[in-house]
């Protein structure tokens, strides 16, 4: 079943002279429960197409589903209460609020959403993720490995129909950074989620059941999930 | 280690990083753009009125000089001249005081000038025509002129009837010279020449402090200037020494010129001052340090990636001080020419509004705009430098790995939270607040320090009390006393004969209450000659006072007997009992109140109390009085005379006629309901017959008087308040502005991860609310407890002072902080929401 497709998606950045054109009519499917990595070179467009999925940046045309919904259909402000509940990010620089302790961090989004949290749930994660003794402690606190699983956590507690993943170890060394990864693919297949990663990092991008190959904002392998 | 040419490069960064973050170095300069205003125009507001309140001070007083010394010689003079410290010398030589009856109500001094520039020191220098050169000329202010009824013209016939020391002449005079008189003056200069001068009143050639018959005619007084005008009077003394050796009886007279007495301040108004200062400054360093600490934190991922690619920790401190220097090089100037306006405009206004005649008193002089334009700037650069140095320190100290987690969150909070704890706006708002205490603390301290000064300047200002003011001046609507408050007791009391007060109760519509009054004695027995004896005995070492008890012990002392009328009681204030009119009526009952000036500088010692009984002689009447209160006598109501040792009886009108065959008042008070002035010209006109010795004076002369330097006062205190209010509030402004701007990418990430435009916004009010509180809870509780201890005792001395309690100004403040509060969070996040939430992640 499809959970992430985009149609024709193009983003140019500048004007006239400055025009760039970041990615170029990129079209691609993302079936349910799968782990796919986004790879290509510094400058491809991978970081873009990410962007665009998780409606963090508007296309200059083209469009995104999640869950069969266009998702630039939306108002600003609803896209942004869709994108807490239906996707969740894990960043490079893992970007959790520095006032909140593990817990709170990881629960957020869905405190957002005036939502009860399912405690059970929740636990699982953390548990899963290594960070049951460390839920009171603040971001500042805790090593980048650490911060990772939280950010990890935090993307999976909401329930989201997709993780989108923004080079999530490219901040971490690579013995972490195996750890880390293998947490989001344990954890994905667990709760079945769908995640979509970029990685420069072609080792690290095996590890995926898909690679989308992305070259000078062109898609140009494993657009499609049998390609 | 070597030394390498990295200057220009380090330099270089320091400009692109300036040029990066544009809306930052806006919110900056600013920043000490404000506090520059604030410096310049607290100095020249404050300057201008210091200047132009003495030039108003040497104008009451007459002179420009620093100081003087009075009724010497020429030799004197040379004396002085050739002493070091001295500079400036101007003389004149004092002749006698005019006499007419034309100037009862003007004081005039004839003195002759030594030059022109003695002339220009007192103020009294012709701007039409010249000084008296020969004998026959004479040189007046147009007061004098005007008094005398005499045109403004040159070659004006005038008499003048001259009293040189005690022998009345003659003199029909011409005039050669006038200029506008000041009023203010305490007395009128008026100029002859220097033959007339040698002819009526020539230079004794005996010291005058040495002499056995002193008569004044012919000396000179001898004014002069310091190189300076700190400790005029300890200069004077040293100067003194120098001249005349040990011999302290050959000591002249001296004469400290008070318009400079701000120079021999007392140590607690130095302190006041500095207090003052310091907490100006301090408001200042806290605007900009607040500003500086969250810039530099916002630039501290970039200090870190420097460090790692080998900047320096000296090398990262040196850019933020270059940073700081550019800043200041912007936000002073700006500053300057902002706050110089401001100041200009404001002195402007007061002196329009005032119509304040000598105007240009209060301009400041170009030399002394630019001194503190100077000193303004310096004080600024100086604030930016001291400010900027614990930002330089973090952002030098910083590591690079520290660098990437920064986030302004104070380290070692380690609170074990419940897990349960709800995450919303409000709560991560106050989560930000606490993340960082002291830049909390900081901006909150500020806040605080603006809002309270204008809630102590607001309590001065409120408690100026102009009935208090005036109550030491005139009770009543109007006064009437004589003339000469100099000539002789006996003449004083017979000023307002029973004639007078018989003429003006004809007056329709004035209320006329004569103020009887002689001279009496007061029998002690009893317990008060047991208490006058107990005081003999302490004050018996002292020659005068003992000289007074002894008379009191021996069975008598003197007693200001006083009559008056049931309605001037009502300025009473009793300190003991209670006036009841119909009983002082019965002619049983006094009021007393009795003086001892002794060397403890306590003057009131009750020997009488309410209740006891006051035996008064009268010529040769002796009465005895129920003390029914003790209340001293309004002092413009009083003679102003005091013995030693007196007991003020006061009676009613009635029982005082009784008491003497020889009845007079020593002033008599005037009511009156009239609004048209028709009484006012009556009873003025009454006073200005033809040799009448009655000087009218009446309560709006003393209000106008107040009137002008309460609405300076005003003007100036409400203007200092007005921009202490708005810097608080503009430095809110930019604290609030300046966290969000600086937390762009940490907003963007919270927006990425679902939390939507509405709950940031409402997150950023919240934390401004919490600002407005945290202010409006630390200024009322800070601000009251100034009110009620250092303003309060700062002004207890002040004899026109009320003191009341207010926070007004606080409370007017925090709705409008509020009120900002959830504004400008909405402006700020709508003005950061330009930038995609992809181009502000990758923001560092």
Request: with cysteine.
């Amino acid at each position: 079943m499809e959970v992430l497709k985009t149609e024709e998606l193009t983003k140019i950045y500048g004007k006239e002279q400055n025009k760039v054109t970041a990615l170029d009519n990129a079209n691609l499917v993302v079936n349910q429960g799968e782990f796919a990595a986004i790879v290509g070179t510094s400058g491809s467009g991978k970081s873009t197409l990410l962007h665009m999925l998780g409606g963090l940046d508007r296309p200059t045309s083209g469009k995104v589903f999640v869950d069969g919904k266009d998702i630039f259909s939306l108002k600003d402000e609803a896209l942004t209460i869709f994108r807490r509940r239906k996707i969740g990010f894990v960043f490079q620089s893992f970007n959790l609020v520095p006032t909140l302790n593990v817990y709170e961090n990881i629960v957020f989004p869905i405190q957002l959403d005036g939502n009860n949290v399912d405690e059970k749930f929740v636990s699982e994660v953390i548990g899963i993720l290594g960070l049951s003794d460390m839920q009171s402690r603040l971001p500042n606190q805790l090593s980048g490995g650490q911060q990772q699983r939280v950010a990890i956590a935090r993307a999976l507690a909401a329930k989201p129909a997709i993780i989108l993943a923004d080079e999530p170890t490219g901040n971490l060394d690579s013995k972490t950074s195996q750890d880390v990864l293998s947490l989001l693919k344990v954890t994905g297949q667990k709760f079945g989620q769908t995640i979509v990663m970029i990685t420069h990092n072609e080792a690290i991008a095996q590890m995926a059941d898909r690679i989308i190959r992305i070259e000078d904002g062109h898609i140009v392998k494993g657009g499609e999930p049998n390609e | 280690m070597n030394k390498v040419k990295n200057k220009k490069a380090i330099r270089r960064l320091a400009f692109r990083e300036l040029k990066a973050d544009r809306r930052m170095n806006i919110v900056v300069v600013l920043s000490i753009m404000l506090t520059c205003i604030m410096f310049t125009a607290l100095t020249t507001i404050g300057g201008g009125m210091m200047n132009g309140m003495q030039q108003e001070t040497m104008r009451q007083v007459g002179g420009n000089r620093m100081a003087g010394i009075k009724l010497v010689l020429p030799e004197d003079y040379e004396k002085v001249k050739h002493d070091a410290a001295t500079k400036d010398l101007v003389y004149r030589i004092i002749i006698g005081n005019a006499v007419n009856t034309e100037l009862k109500n003007v004081k005039a001094e004839f003195n002759c000038a030594g030059d022109d520039d003695a002339a220009k020191a007192s103020f009294c220098y012709p701007s039409v025509g010249r000084l008296p050169e020969s004998i026959n000329e004479t040189a007046l202010s147009t007061v004098v002129l005007d008094e005398l009824q005499l045109p403004h013209e040159i070659g004006t016939p005038v008499h003048i009837s001259l009293d040189i020391d005690g022998v009345v002449t003659e003199h029909d005079l011409t005039l050669c010279g006038y200029w506008e008189g000041d009023k203010v003056a305490m007395a009128q200069i008026c100029w002859i020449s220097r033959a007339f001068a040698d002819k009526y009143a020539p230079t004794p050639s005996e010291s005058f402090y040495t002499r056995e018959h002193r008569t004044y005619a012919g000396y000179w007084q001898v004014d002069f200037n310091y190189f300076n005008s700190w400790n005029i009077t300890g200069k004077t003394e040293a100067l003194l020494s120098r001249l005349y050796g040990d011999n302290t009886s050959e000591f002249p007279d001296t004469g400290i010129n008070w318009a400079f007495s701000a120079s021999d301040v007392e140590p607690g108004s130095i302190v006041g001052a500095i207090v003052i200062l310091l907490v100006i400054f301090a408001a200042g360093y806290l605007i900009i340090y607040n500003i500086f600490h969250i810039n530099i934190s916002s630039n501290i991922r970039n200090y870190g990636l420097l460090k790692t690619i080998g900047t320096t920790a000296k090398q990262i401190r040196h850019m933020v001080r270059v940073r700081a220097a550019v800043y200041s090089a912007f936000g002073i100037p700006f500053g300057i020419v902002i706050g110089v306006l401001l100041s200009r405009l404001m002195m402007s206004s007061i002196v329009s509004i005032l119509n304040i005649r000598s105007a240009e008193s209060y301009s400041v002089s170009a030399e002394l705009l630019m001194t503190m334009c100077l000193i303004s700037a310096a004080f600024t650069f100086a604030t930016v430098m001291i400010s900027c140095r614990k930002p330089c320190k973090i952002a030098g100290s910083v590591s690079p790995i520290e660098a990437l987690r920064y986030n302004e969150t104070d380290i070692n909070i380690k609170k074990d939270r419940k897990k349960t704890n709800k995450v919303n706006p409000f709560s991560i708002a106050l989560g930000n607040m606490s993340r960082s205490r002291k830049k909390t603390v900081v901006v909150v301290l500020s806040l605080t320090l603006s809002l309270v000064l204008v809630n102590t300047l607001f309590t001065v200002l409120k408690g100026i009390d102009k009935d208090k003011y005036i109550r030491d001046s005139i009770v009543g609507d109007a006064m009437i006393r004589h003339t000469d408050n100099t000539n002789l007791i006996g003449d004083r009391i017979n000023g307002v004969t029973t004639e007078a007060i018989a003429d003006l109760q004809q007056i329709e519509g004035a209320e006329t209450h004569p103020i009887y009054f002689t001279y009496g004695g007061v029998c002690p027995e009893g317990e008060q000659l047991e208490q006058l004896k107990k005081l003999y005995e302490k004050y018996g070492g002292d020659e005068v006072l003992a000289a007074h008890l002894e008379g009191a012990v021996s069975g008598s002392y003197t007693a200001a007997i006083y009559g008056i009328d049931a309605d001037t009681t009502a300025y009473f204030e009793p300190i003991e009992g209670s006036i009841d009119t119909e009983k002082l009526k019965s002619g049983k009952y006094a009021i007393v109140h009795t003086y001892l000036w002794n060397s403890d500088g306590d003057s009131d010692v009750e020997i009488y109390h309410a209740g006891d009984t006051i035996k008064v002689e009268c010529g040769d009447k002796m009465r005895e009085y129920e003390v029914m209160a003790v209340s001293i006598i309004p002092y413009p109501l009083s003679t102003k005379v005091y013995s030693i040792l007196e007991t003020n009886v006061i009676v009613s009108a009635e029982e005082y006629l009784s008491l003497t065959d020889k009845p007079a008042a020593t002033c008599a008070m005037i009511n009156t309901s009239d609004e048209s002035g028709r009484v006012k010209e009556q009873l003025k006109a009454y006073c200005d017959r033809q040799g009448s010795p009655l000087v009218y004076t009446d309560k709006q002369t003393y209000l106008d008087e107040f009137n002008d330097l309460l609405v300076m006062v005003k003007l100036v205190g409400g203007t200092l308040s007005g921009i202490l209010a708005l810097i608080g509030i503009l430095n809110f402004i930019n604290a609030v502005v300046t966290g969000i701007l600086s937390r762009r990418r940490e907003l963007a990430m919270m927006n990425a991860v679902g939390m939507t435009g509405g709950q940031l916004k409402k997150m950023l009010m919240w934390e401004g609310v919490h600002y407005a509180v945290l202010t409006a809870v630390c200024s009322a509780a800070v601000g009251a407890l100034l009110s009620r201890t250092a303003v309060r005792g700062a002004t207890g001395d002040m004899f026109f002072f009320s003191y009341h309690f207010t926070l007004l100004p606080i409370l007017i403040c925090v709705p409008v902080l509020l009120m900002l509060s959830a504004v400008i969070p909405s402006v700020s996040y709508k003005a950061i929401c330009h930038d995609s939430i992809v181009e502000r992640l990758r923001e560092n």
